[in-house]
T-cell receptor, first 114, second 117 residues
């Protein structure tokens, strides 16, 4: 079956530090990969996505590259801000009949201090 | 703006008293999902509708039911809430091939925080 393993948190950084949150996956075929962000008390927002090998998703200074050879989709940002403090979820989706489901990792809490 | 709306944002119910959470969407997506999210955990899929076809997850308790009267609205009914049902409930939508396909990405509402007293 499908599974997503992401870096255990919490992660605490100072403003302008470099961020990496690791994510690896197990899936059959060619899944689509996503990073979602959840700010306190809110729903999930799609941060970026990649649908095939070597695709790079990017948004708001965040990037992640779909690496099929290492089954990874690590999230990076060169300079984090206090406003990036949130929980980040890595997720994958695989087709299967009409089952358009997401498989989530456990989430990584990021706290950025000024 | 097209969006997913959940009402209410906060709901308090008593132990054993039925409660209904609502979700509406202006995206005209044909798949709608309900998730349960407990503190510091990933969202857990309860069920989803593909148009009017209901798809229940194998481990979703019978206490949880859902209705989708039309494309825009979907309801989550908890027949007899227990203390363990206190959580954030998230509604999401997605497209399908042939309906403005945007891959498998899902669009989430802001959630309803349910408290059971």
């Amino acid at each position: 079956g499908n599974s997503v393993t992401q870096m255990e948190g919490p992660v605490t950084l100072s403003e302008e530090a470099f961020l990496t949150i690791n994510c690896t996956y197990t899936a059959t075929g060619y899944p689509s990969l996503f990073w979602y962000v959840q700010y306190p008390g809110e729903g999930l927002q799609l941060l970026l996505k990649a649908t095939k090998a070597d695709d790079k998703g990017s948004n708001k200074g965040f990037e992640a590259t779909y690496r099929k050879e290492t089954t990874s989709f690590h999230l990076e940002k060169g300079s984090v801000q206090v406003s990036d403090s949130a929980v980040y979820f890595c997720a994958l989706a695989n087709s299967g009949g009409s089952n358009y489901k997401l498989t989530f990792g456990k989430g990584t809490l990021l706290t950025v201090n000024p | 703006d097209a969006m997913v709306i959940q009402n209410p944002r906060y709901q308090v119910t008593q132990f054993g008293k039925p409660v209904t959470l609502s979700c509406s969407q202006t995206l005209n997506h044909n798949v709608m999902y309900w998730y349960q999210q407990k503190s510091s955990q990933a969202p857990k899929l309860l069920f989803h509708y593909y148009d009017k076809d209901f798809n229940n997850e194998a481990d979703t308790p019978d206490n949880f039911q859902s209705r989708r009267p039309n494309t825009s609205f979907c309801f989550l009914d908890i027949r007899s809430p227990g203390l363990g049902d206190a959580a954030m409930y998230l509604c999401a939508t997605s497209t399908t091939p042939g309906q403005g396909w945007r891959g498998y990405e899902q669009y989430f509402g802001p959630g309803t925080r349910l408290t059971v007293t």
